[in-house]
């Protein structure tokens, strides 16, 4: 595990930026999964710049259009929005993706500054992540923030945890995960890479 790469003082969220920003290369396609106000997203199309592209999906309008507001204000056209269901994520993405994306991130939970009862759920995300692992390119990257305070946000967190935990570590690299002594309602991160073949 290479977790010394990540400055533990930061924000849960800059960690994760962090971790990312390290696999993800300009001119590579990028996935925001929960587009939310937009963060991830315009950080994810500044990395990519203008010959790459990013998918951001969010299932509220209102995330499409705060994030939407953010790009605009940010100057950045290389981002496509797509309101819908993550669990969908290969069918909202384009066709040929598969294998290709540098970095998928997710940061579960509900909108801050939002309706707080639509939030992330755990048969959807897993399913989300799943389907991340797969559209990944070798040495491409996933991030996942999970919120163990909230409603069902345990249970949700604990699955993808469950999931990255069981992945083949021939094919995956965990490059980051809580610390099993981190207090109960501390955010967890979790990043893993795609092996590259040799
Ligand atoms: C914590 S926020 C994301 C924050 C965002 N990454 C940012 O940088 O501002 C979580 C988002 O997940 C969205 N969400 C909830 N369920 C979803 C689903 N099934 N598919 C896609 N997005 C979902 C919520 O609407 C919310 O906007």
Do not use: W
């Not at 790009?71 to 598969?98: F, K, S």
């Not at 909108?111 to 755990?122: F, V, Y």
């Not at 995300?125 to 390119?137: F, G, I, K, N, P």
């Amino acid at each position: 595990m290479r977790d010394h790469l990540l400055m533990p003082s930061a924000r849960i969220t800059d960690q994760a930026q962090q971790a990312v920003a390290r696999f993800l290369r300009p001119g590579e396609i990028a996935i925001d999964a929960t587009a939310g106000n937009g963060h991830d997203t315009l950080f994810l199309a500044r990395i990519v710049g203008e010959t790459g592209r990013v998918y951001a999906c969010d299932v509220q309008s209102e995330a499409i259009e705060s994030t939407a507001e953010r790009l605009r204000a940010a100057g950045i056209g290389n981002v496509t929005l797509v309101q819908g269901d993550h669990a969908r994520l290969e069918q909202l993405i384009p066709a040929g993706c598969r294998g290709r994306v540098g970095a998928v991130m997710f940061n579960l939970g509900y909108r801050p500054g939002g309706n707080k009862t639509i939030a992330t759920e755990l048969a959807s995300t897993v399913r989300a992540v799943e389907t991340a692992l797969t559209l990944l390119r070798p040495g491409g990257v996933l991030s996942v923030v999970g919120y163990v305070g909230h409603p069902g946000g345990r249970e949700e967190t604990l699955a993808v945890e469950c999931l990255l935990d069981g992945l083949d570590p021939e094919r995956f690299e965990t490059l980051h995960r809580p610390d099993e002594t981190a207090t109960s309602l501390q955010p967890r991160l979790y990043v893993v890479s795609v092996r590259s073949q040799e």
